[in-house]
Every structure is written in structure tokens, then in C-alpha cells.
């Protein structure tokens, strides 16, 4: 009896030194083990947060026009810009106690893995929040333990260094929503219109239903699921005390209306002008040491929504479905600020920007250009020229050009540098760029923005060296600044996604490259080729316009076999156009010949529409008188084509337009190198 007492008590103080050492040796292991844990997380220290997020870019007043991914649509947005009621739903659905544990359920956990073993595969999951989390930012979705053994060390560095609140938001904030969308604020822009602060409960359970599985669950490929996974995140919500039963209940029965068409309009605003502003971001950001790759920045540009509309609404009207293609920008003269662009017809079809890439010939548009330089050299709009045909030797008189008139017709008698340019003379043109040299025109083209070299052949006087539109609404915008470099720009201000403004442009010191006084005599002097004044062999090159202009312009047209360009300015606003074919096509269908005229002016108007009319005001050292086109001499009533010109205080006709030695120089053909004129528009008398 003794010894089977014996026996027992001896058997219960072995069991017991096992359950103790069992113990001691479990309580090593796990202290082992959550000290190699702590000793990992030390050495391997925070894992890092960053992932791609979205550029924002913005027009001149602030509103969003546009966006770039690096790899994803991201919108990053802080915790207080998120609905609560989605943050509630988010909680109640994929992790109630995420507030309560250290980054692992482990009843949840243990409910999995007596799942698992019923099942003998990987079938039940039970991540926490962080542990989705680790999973979206280091690792994929594959079903393994390997995997799930990564995932919870990711998780257990992240909760070790990171608040909760930082956990949350970067989960909101990379989730994936479908349709190409990471996070909750690009699945709110682009299932319902809105920020992710304003959606309603109902909206906020659709979002979370959503990331139970995209392919499954989303409302737009599958509106039956989503309904039945959306009132299921609702139910919990209820049960879990986020909401009342009534709210429950109210939210199940409001209708879902998503607005995924709107979203898909807003995504085509001015792509080229985009493709444009992320260029120059490039090279801003490159200068200031950040790499764009970063993303997450917001970038307020210069466009204008009104312009690009304009444009695109006038191109939309008047341009054939002939194949034709269309370059045009516009641009502010103070500041260099382009307002609206447009690279070609359809950006889908051809993301060539034909308005910054394609070099093509500016035919006549060249023209004011090589008269700057001829200003400066002691020309005026009266210097008088003989133009006759007139064959030209060059190359050391190896080789001869012979130039014509867009109608074969020449002057019988000189005429004067202000009808030249207002009825696109090629034979004054061609004697301008002898008279005052190569050299001085392609200083002056170098001044005023065109970045091409110029051969020394007289042709380069009518436009036939290739350049950019660019380039060249560039250097008509300097004419119409008054002479000032005025550099185009993109962007006004570059922010990151900390908010920190890492450019903002500044205005730079005014520096002229031709002076006020030429500035303002060459853009009267473009004010011609709308005046009928000037008709005579040739017609005044922007008479057909003429009749829906309101306020004044200064112009000019370039006509080649290939091209048509046009580009002018008021004193507030410069545009340029240029169309043609991409590819070996001669322009030769009147309809798409007359397109860039038409598109040109109705910009113009309706971009000034309701504003008044602006003069261009002569600086001081410049005179204006009325003249007689014929001879240059001062206006009297005998004399029938009268206009006012501007001229320099020095070159001030002396002679009355009645004086014989006048009639008789020009009958004579011989040009008389100083004398000027203007024109009598009503908008300047």
C-alpha cells in the first residue's frame, strides 16, 4: 500500500518536473525567439515605406488636369484626408482589432492553421492590417509559408518602429482597387468623382468590398457581387458598433452610381502640353539634385483651360479628315508662359508633338525675323527696294536662284519695306538678306530663340531652313514682349509629397535682344497683311481674314509646297500655328490650305472674347506719320493710299507724297534707302 502511494506521488512530482521543464523550455524558446526577433528588427532596422505615387499637375488656377505614374495610378493622401466612415469599414472588415494587437491576430491565426491542416494546403488566411500591408510593399500574393513566414517578419519590424496611424494610412494608400488604381483616393476619383475624404458610408463599403478581391468584387465589371460584398462590409460596420442599425439599413437601400465615363474624359486634357511640362520638370528637378522618378509631386503648369479649349474647339472645326496634321501654342508675351498646345490631331494615334519636335519650313514667316536684323542695320518700313525679277548669283558665282511671287507677278517700280511684308515680296526679301549679310540675319534669328544653322544661300530669306514652331513662336514673342528674351516655360511651381516647394519660377531680369523702338516699328509693320491698303501685284496676305477681326494683330503667313505657318500676336497673347502633312505630301487642296488661317484667327478672337481691344503703344523714339504707300512722301489729299506708319524721329519722310523727284525716283526703279510708313486702321488712329 505504502509503495503504490510511493509510486503515485513519485509519477505526479515526475510529471510535474516535465510540465515545469516543458514549460521553462517553451518560456526559453519564446523568449529566444522574441529576442532574436528584437535583435533582427535592431539590426535590419525600419523597413522602408516608400512607393511610387502619382504627379499631380495642375493649370494656372489650381485644378487638376492631368497626372504620371511611374508604375502605378497613386494618389498618396494623409489619414484626416480620408473618409472616416471608409477607415471604420476598412477596420471592421479586414482587421477589427488592429488597434489591439502588435501586428498578429493570434486567434486568427490559430483558426487559419487548424483550417490549413483540415484542408492540407494553404487555404485559410488571417493577416492582420500590417501584415497586408508588408505584403503589398515587399512581397507577392502567393499562397506558401515562405511566404507568410516573410510576411509576418516584414510585419513585426514595421509595427517595432512605426505608429499605427502611419501603418494605416500607407495600407489605405497602396491597396489595390482594380482598373489599374492603388489606393483609396485614386479608387474614389475613379469609381465616384471625388476626394476620399467626401465619400458617404455606402460609397466608403463599396471601396472596401473592392479589396477583398478587384477582379471579383468591382462594381463595374461585376455590379451583382460587389452589391452582395458591399452589404456584408455594412453588417459588420453594425455589428462591430461603427454604425447604428438604421444607418445600416439606410446605406444597404441608397442606389450606387459610379462615375468611372467622367473620370475617363478628364484624363484626355492638352496631353501634349503634359508630355511638354514633364520635360522641363525633368530638368528643373535634375537641377535641384531630386530625381523625378520619386513621383508624388504636384506641378502647377501655365495652361491656360480656356486657350486649350479654344484651340481644340477651332482645330476640331476647321481642320479636313484629309491626313492633314497641325502643330500650335501659344504663349503669354510678358512672361513666356504657354497658355495651350497641341502636337497633332489625335494624340492617341500619334503622341509626336508637331509643335516642339517637327522641324519644317516657315516659308514666309522667316520674314520678320531677317527684317529685325535689317532694322537694325538702317532700314525702315520706307526704305524702298527695286523688285523685279531678279536672278542671284551666290556660292562665288557658281551657283544662280532665281525667286518668284506666290502669283508670278513682280512690281514694275520699288516699293517700300512696309508693303513688302504686308504683301510677302520674295524679290525684297531676297535683296534684304544680300544687302545686310548672312551673318547679321543669323545673329539676329540666334537673339530672338531659333536654334538652327543657316546656310549662306539667298533661298534662307524665304523660309526654306527647317525649324520648330517652337522656335519660332519663341522669337515672334520676344518682337511682341518689345524686344525682351522672355524664355517660354511650363510650370510655375513644383511641390513634393511632403508639400515642400522644391522650384518656383522667378522672373529674370530683363535682358533685350533688339530694342524697343525696332521691337515696336517691326510688329506695326506686321499689322499690314491685314490691310488692304497694301494690295497691289500681290494682295495683302491676310486680307481674307480681316473680316473677322475685332482688335489688332501682328502677323505673319509662311506658304511652302509642304507647309503652312502663320504666327502673331496682340500685345497680351502670341500664337502660332503650323500645318501640313507628316509624310511626302504636297499641299494642294484649297480646303487644307485655308485651315491654319481659319484656326488661327477664331483662337484669337474667342481667346480675347470679351476683353477690349489693346493698341500696340509706339515707345518713346518713335514718330508716327500718315504716308502715301506709293511713294513714302507725307500724306496730303491728293494722294489716294494713304497709312500711318511709325518711323524713328531721324528717318522722318521730308517730301510731300505730291513732290515730282518722288514719282520720278520710284518710276525710275530706283530704290531711296530711307523712308516709312504705317497704316490708317482704325484701331490706331
Not at 509626336?352 to 519650313?361: C, E, G, I, S
Not at 526654306?464 to 510655375?492: C, F, H, Q, W
Not at 495683302?540 to 503652312?564: C, E, F, N, V, W
Amino acid at each position: 500500500m505504502r509503495r503504490t502511494v510511493y509510486v503515485k506521488k513519485r509519477k505526479r512530482q515526475v510529471t510535474i518536473r516535465r510540465v515545469l521543464l516543458l514549460t521553462v523550455m517553451t518560456l526559453t524558446a519564446a523568449l529566444t525567439v522574441f529576442l532574436s526577433l528584437r535583435i533582427y528588427a535592431q539590426i535590419t532596422g525600419a523597413p522602408s515605406l516608400s512607393v511610387p505615387k502619382a504627379t499631380i499637375f495642375l493649370d494656372k488656377n489650381g485644378n487638376q488636369i492631368g497626372d504620371r505614374f511611374s508604375l502605378e495610378r497613386r494618389y498618396w493622401v494623409s489619414l484626416d484626408e480620408i473618409s472616416p466612415l471608409l477607415v471604420d469599414a476598412v477596420i471592421a472588415t479586414e482587421d477589427k482589432n488592429f488597434y489591439k494587437h502588435s501586428g498578429f491576430d493570434y486567434r486568427r491565426i490559430a483558426g487559419a492553421v487548424l483550417k490549413d491542416i483540415k484542408s492540407m494546403r494553404k487555404a485559410e488566411g488571417a493577416s492582420t492590417i500590417t501584415q497586408q500591408y508588408a505584403r503589398n510593399l515587399f512581397l507577392t500574393h502567393e499562397k506558401s509559408w515562405k511566404r507568410k513566414i516573410s510576411e509576418a517578419l516584414y510585419a513585426y519590424r514595421m509595427e517595432r518602429f512605426y505608429d499605427k496611424d502611419v501603418i494605416l494610412e500607407g495600407y489605405l494608400n497602396t491597396v489595390y482597387f482594380g482598373h489599374g488604381m492603388y489606393g483609396v483616393e485614386a479608387a474614389s476619383r475613379f469609381y465616384f468623382g471625388k476626394p476620399a475624404k467626401d465619400l458617404t458610408l455606402e460609397e466608403s463599403a463599396v471601396i472596401t468590398a473592392i479589396a477583398k478581391g478587384p477582379s471579383v468584387y468591382s462594381p463595374l465589371d461585376n455590379p451583382e457581387r460587389s452589391k452582395e460584398r458591399q452589404q456584408l462590409v455594412l453588417s459588420l460596420m453594425e455589428s462591430q458598433g461603427f454604425i447604428t442599425e438604421h444607418q445600416e439599413e439606410r446605406a444597404k437601400k441608397v442606389p450606387i452610381h459610379l462615375m468611372t465615363e467622367e473620370w475617363a474624359d478628364t484624363k484626355r486634357v492638352a496631353p501634349y502640353f503634359l508630355d511638354e511640362v514633364w520635360r522641363e520638370a525633368e530638368r528643373l528637378l535634375a537641377e535641384k539634385g531630386r530625381r523625378p522618378a520619386e513621383g508624388g509631386w504636384t506641378i502647377r503648369t501655365t495652361l491656360d483651360p480656356h486657350h486649350q479649349q479654344t484651340a481644340e474647339e477651332a482645330i476640331a472645326k476647321w481642320m479636313p479628315d484629309s491626313g492633314l496634321q497641325i502643330g500650335f501654342i501659344s504663349m503669354e508675351p510678358d512672361t513666356g508662359a504657354i497658355t495651350s498646345l497641341v502636337g497633332g490631331v489625335d494624340y492617341a494615334k500619334s503622341p509626336f508633338n508637331r509643335a516642339t519636335q517637327a522641324k519644317r519650313q516657315p516659308g514666309s514667316a522667316m520674314k520678320p525675323i531677317l527684317y529685325a536684323a535689317a532694322l537694325e542695320d538702317g532700314y525702315s518700313p520706307l526704305t524702298f527696294l527695286s523688285t523685279e525679277k531678279t536672278v542671284f548669283t551666290y556660292d562665288e558665282g557658281r551657283s544662280t536662284y532665281v525667286p518668284n511671287n506666290v502669283n508670278g507677278k513682280f512690281a514694275n517700280q520699288p516699293i517700300s519695306l512696309a508693303q513688302a511684308i504686308a504683301i510677302s515680296d520674295n524679290i525684297y526679301a531676297v535683296k534684304t538678306l544680300e544687302d545686310i549679310g548672312y551673318k547679321k540675319f543669323s545673329k539676329m534669328a540666334e537673339r530672338l530663340g531659333i536654334d538652327t544653322k543657316f546656310p549662306e544661300s539667298p533661298a534662307v530669306a524665304l523660309g526654306t531652313t527647317e525649324v520648330t514652331l517652337s522656335d519660332m513662336t519663341k522669337a515672334y514673342n520676344r518682337i511682341a514682349s518689345e524686344g525682351v528674351a522672355v524664355e517660354p516655360m511650363t510650370i510655375y511651381a513644383i511641390t513634393d509629397a511632403e508639400g515642400k516647394t522644391v522650384y518656383e519660377h522667378e522672373t529674370p531680369k530683363s535682358k533685350h535682344v533688339m530694342t524697343e523702338q525696332d521691337a515696336f516699328i517691326l510688329t506695326h509693320l506686321m499689322t499690314g497683311m491685314f490691310d488692304p491698303v497694301f494690295n497691289d501685284y500681290l494682295t495683302a496676305t491676310g486680307i481674307s481674314m480681316r473680316q473677322h477681326q475685332t482688335r489688332p494683330y501682328a502677323a505673319k503667313s509662311g506658304t511652302t509646297l509642304s507647309d503652312q505657318y502663320l504666327i502673331g500676336f496682340s500685345p497680351s497673347l502670341t500664337a502660332g500655328i503650323w500645318t501640313g502633312f507628316d509624310k511626302g505630301l504636297q499641299l494642294s487642296d484649297p480646303i487644307d490650305k485655308a485651315a491654319s488661317k481659319k484656326i488661327w484667327m477664331d483662337f484669337m478672337e474667342e481667346a480675347h472674347n470679351g476683353k477690349t481691344p489693346e493698341p500696340f503703344l509706339p515707345p518713346p523714339g518713335v514718330t508716327s506719320v500718315i504716308v502715301d504707300v506709293e511713294t513714302g512722301g507725307i500724306a496730303v489729299s491728293d494722294c489716294d493710299r494713304q497709312r500711318v506708319v511709325y518711323v524713328k524721329e531721324k528717318d522722318m519722310p521730308q517730301k510731300l507724297c505730291t513732290d515730282r523727284t518722288l514719282r520720278e525716283h520710284r518710276s525710275s526703279g530706283k530704290g531711296d534707302d530711307k523712308k516709312f510708313d504705317l497704316f490708317p486702321f482704325s484701331f490706331f488712329e
